[in-house]
């Protein structure tokens, strides 16, 4: 994930609306980040940090969208894709 200073995840994280640790703590993993936030830290990162790079589980797809800063467009939630099943131990 593209590394963000200080500065600009304490500027991400008022403009998503949460905590600066609680930014950091997704953008490292610590803690998923939520879905529905993951598109917003994409648009005050203008694209640097993607969602598919703060939820790799979680089915994405594009719609195009000029005003969006990922090339590919918007992105939407498969939430049609089937789940995944755990395989018994």
Do not use: F
């Amino acid at each position: 994930m593209n590394a963000l200073t200080p500065s600009e995840r304490a500027a991400v994280a008022t403009a998503v609306g949460i905590h600066d640790q609680y930014l950091y703590q997704c953008l490292t993993g610590r803690r998923p980040t939520p879905v529905d936030r993951c598109p917003a830290i994409e648009r005050a990162t203008s694209g640097r940090v993607s969602c598919e790079e703060l939820r790799p589980d979680v089915r994405w797809h594009r719609v195009p969208d000029a005003d969006w800063p990922h090339p590919e467009g918007r992105p939407l939630i498969d939430v049609a894709a089937p789940k995944a099943h755990k395989e018994a131990a």
